[in-house]
């Protein structure tokens, strides 16, 4: 069946210092993914997805992930995070199964300190 | 222009009874999505519209729920029977077509639901 993994449920960084949140997932065919982000009190924004083509995708806020087909990961980075960064992000898979299903990881609370 | 709505944003309720959740998606959105984000969980998909076809109901939890969505426009969720574990937040997003996933989900804001 199709999953997405985010071992991590909460992550610390300090205000300045690189971030990695890490993403792995289970699906047979090429993956369609995606990062969110969740801002307290907001709804979900998309960051950035991976579809084809270059492996390493930018996004907004800068962001980037990296698609490893031989590690089944998408993981999400960002070189120095600020503190607005703080909120809930989620790792997605697209699936198409005649129409198009979503289905989503858990999140990694991202908490950021000063 | 307008994003997607969903009300009441906030709703409180016996167990029991039975709550409608309404969703207005993004004008010209032809895919219409419900999830339910329980406390520490990630979203749980629910179901999903494209256009007339048949819904894909395939995450619906139980037979106590149920949507429609009228005019391929609002959708409304509906719990009957409310139990405690339906205490969470649904969320609904568009997309300008579900059969393609060039095209982005737009979520709302989403609706509290707790169930007493």
């Known amino acids: 069946a199709q999953s997405v993994t985010q071992p991590d449920i909460h992550i610390t960084v300090s205000e300045g210092a690189s971030l990695e949140l890490r993403c792995n997932y289970s699906y047979g065919a090429t993956p369609y993914l995606f990062w969110y982000v969740q801002s307290p009190g907001q709804g979900l924004q998309l960051l950035l997805k991976y579809f084809s083509g270059d492996t390493l995708v930018q996004g907004i806020k800068g962001f980037e992930a990296e698609f490893k087909r031989s590690q089944s990961s998408f993981n999400l980075r960002k070189p120095s995070v600020h503190w607005s960064d703080a909120a809930e992000y989620f790792c997605?898979?697209?699936?198409?199964?005649?129409?198009?299903?979503?289905?989503f990881g858990a999140g990694t609370r991202l908490f950021v300190k000063a | 222009g307008a994003g997607v709505s969903q009300s009441p944003s906030n709703k409180v309720t016996e167990k029991g009874k039975d709550v409608e959740l309404r969703c207005d998606p993004i004008s010209g959105h032809t895919a219409l999505y419900w999830y339910r984000q329980s406390l520490g969980q990630g979203l749980e998909f629910l179901i999903y519209?494209?256009?007339?076809?048949?819904?894909?109901k395939s995450g619906l939890p139980s037979d106590r729920f149920s949507a429609e969505r009228t005019g391929g426009s609002v959708s409304t969720l509906t719990i009957q029977r409310t139990q405690q574990e339906d205490s969470a937040v649904y969320l609904c997003?568009?997309?300008?077509?579900?059969?393609?996933?060039?095209?982005?989900?737009?979520f709302g804001p989403g609706t509290r639901l707790t169930v007493l």
């Open positions: 997003a568009s997309s300008l077509s579900g059969t393609s996933a060039y095209n982005e989900q737009f």
């Open positions: 997605a898979v697209g699936l198409n199964t005649g129409g198009f299903k979503t289905i």
């Open positions: 519209f494209q256009g007339n076809s048949a819904p894909d």
